[in-house]
C-alpha cells in the first residue's frame, strides 16, 4: 500500500512559543520540512516553533509566496515598521522594502521611518 506522494507545496505559518505577534510564512510539502526550512534560515530552534496551515495562502506558492501587500490587503496581516516599531496593517500609508538576505521583509510606517533607518542591502523597492 502507498499513500499518494504530495508533491504540491503549500503554505505553513510559523510561529515562535506562544507568541501571537510575529510569524513566518513557509511553503513546504510537509509540517516537518517547514520547520526544517524555517530553521535552517533563521538558525532558529526549531523545536519550540509552532507550525499551523494557511489554506488561503497556498495560492501564492507557484509566485513564490504573496508580496507584502497582498498579505496587508488581502490576508489582514501586518508588520512592524522597521525603524519605530510601530504597526503597520492594511490601513496605513506604507513604504515597503523587500530584502531578500532577510527573512522577513522590511516594512516602514513612513517615509519619515524610512530616512531615520534605512535598509539598504541588496533592496529593493515595492510600490504599493
Ligand atoms: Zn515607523
Known amino acids: 500500500m502507498s499513500r ?4 504540491e507545496r503549500r503554505a505553513y505559518v510559523l510561529r515562535e512559543g506562544y507568541s501571537d505577534e510575529h510569524c513566518v510564512l513557509v511553503y513546504a510539502l510537509t509540517s516537518r520540512e517547514a520547520r526544517k526550512s524555517y530553521s535552517l534560515i533563521d538558525n532558529a530552534t526549531y523545536i519550540s516553533v509552532g507550525v499551523e496551515r494557511a489554506p488561503s495562502l497556498d495560492q501564492y506558492a507557484s509566485r513564490g509566496g504573496p508580496s507584502v501587500s497582498d498579505l496587508l490587503t488581502h490576508h489582514a496581516w501586518w508588520f512592524e515598521c522597521y525603524a519605530c516599531t510601530k504597526r503597520v496593517d492594511g ?3 506604507a513604504r ?3 530584502c531578500e ?3 522577513s521583509p522590511v516594512v516602514y510606517c513612513g517615509e519619515a521611518c524610512c530616512a ?3 535598509y539598504t542591502a ?4 515595492v510600490s504599493r
Open 116 to 118: 531615520k533607518r534605512p
Open 122 to 125: 541588496r533592496g529593493a523597492e
Open 96 to 98: 515597503i522594502v523587500t
Open 91 to 93: 490601513e496605513t500609508e
Open 101 to 103: 538576505d532577510r527573512w
Open 4 to 7: 499518494e506522494k504530495n508533491t
